[in-house]
């Protein structure tokens, strides 16, 4: 009598297992669930958030609070505070909700209309313009999601809470060619966390873009080289340092925190809609 071989039926699966992927099925990434909620929740024809917008200064100790830097560029505080925001398409409006200050910002791919509304001091809404249009064109953030790594974790209630480095060039890049544009912020890199509940449907989509700053670098090199009074001639050549020598306080970060609304807009972001859409055409031809 032949001697018989038994294999455990654990083993068989396992097996089973390896050749599957062995075959060209690639095994579950930590990041799919993530990306194919937002993919989920980004495919409707109307896509609103709720939220708020908010600035990590770089450089902001007391010893660089009052080192000025002067580049001959006009500045403004940044705007801060809550927004609605409305995506069709690549199209998207957003719109604070103040109404002194106000911004109302309107994107259609190719177009950018700002409309702002201020009292006795001016703000800056270049940033915000430039950011959340960009950062929410469904198809190439989930392009970015797709390839990201990301980093799960469970959150409350049975959810998950992800976070991602994605790449920068999801903020097109602008300025270039004047004479202060050394002084230029730079992108540095986008960070985003998703949170989904327990039946893994979006509830939050935080973003934040990391900006180099410059002038931040400027302040720190007068501290540490005493602190002196005075005015300092500062070149291009002034700001070439290396990775290794830069500091977490010469960036900046401008952070979008998003939550989801009802798709259906009210009658105060319909009219704007319509009327900032017909600026962009106008100004579009």
């Not at 083993?11 to 099925?25: K, P, V």
């Not at 770089?58 to 609605?84: C, L, N, T, W, Y």
């Not at 001091?121 to 797709?146: S, V």
């Amino acid at each position: 009598m032949k001697p018989t071989l038994c294999v455990p039926f654990c083993l068989l699966l396992i097996t089973a297992a390896a050749r599957s992927q062995d075959q060209g099925q690639p095994a579950a990434k930590p990041g799919d669930a993530i990306t194919a909620a937002l993919r989920s929740h980004l495919g409707g024809a109307t896509v609103a958030w709720r939220g708020r917008v908010t600035r990590k200064s770089a450089g902001a100790d007391e010893a660089a609070a009052g080192i000025m830097v002067v580049s001959g560029a006009a500045s403004a505080e940044p705007f801060h505070g809550a927004v609605d925001v409305v995506c069709r398409g690549d199209r998207t409006l957003v719109v604070s909700k103040s109404d002194l200050p106000s911004v109302v910002v309107f994107d259609d791919g190719s177009t950018r209309v700002t409309r702002t509304t201020v009292g006795a001091d001016p703000i800056d809404a270049g940033t915000l313009a430039r950011d959340l249009p960009d950062l929410l064109r469904a198809e190439r953030l989930l392009r970015e999601c797709e390839t990201a790594e990301w980093q799960v974790e469970p959150a409350a209630d049975g959810g998950r809470r992800a976070t991602a480095r994605l790449r920068k060039t999801l903020i097109q890049a602008v300025g270039g060619g004047g004479p202060t544009d050394f002084l230029s912020k730079k992108v540095d890199r986008v960070l985003a966390a998703v949170t989904l509940d327990r039946d893994g449907k979006v509830t939050a989509l935080d973003l934040t873009v990391v900006r180099f700053d410059p002038n931040a670098v400027m302040r720190r090199r007068v501290i540490e080289n005493g602190g002196a009074g005075g005015m300092q001639t500062v070149t291009p050549a002034d700001l070439e340092i290396d990775d290794s020598d830069r500091s977490e306080a010469d960036y900046e970060q401008d952070v979008y925190e998003l939550r989801p609304a009802a798709a259906e807009v009210d009658a105060r972001l319909q009219q704007l809609w319509d009327e900032m859409a017909a600026v962009a055409r106008k100004d579009g031809f």
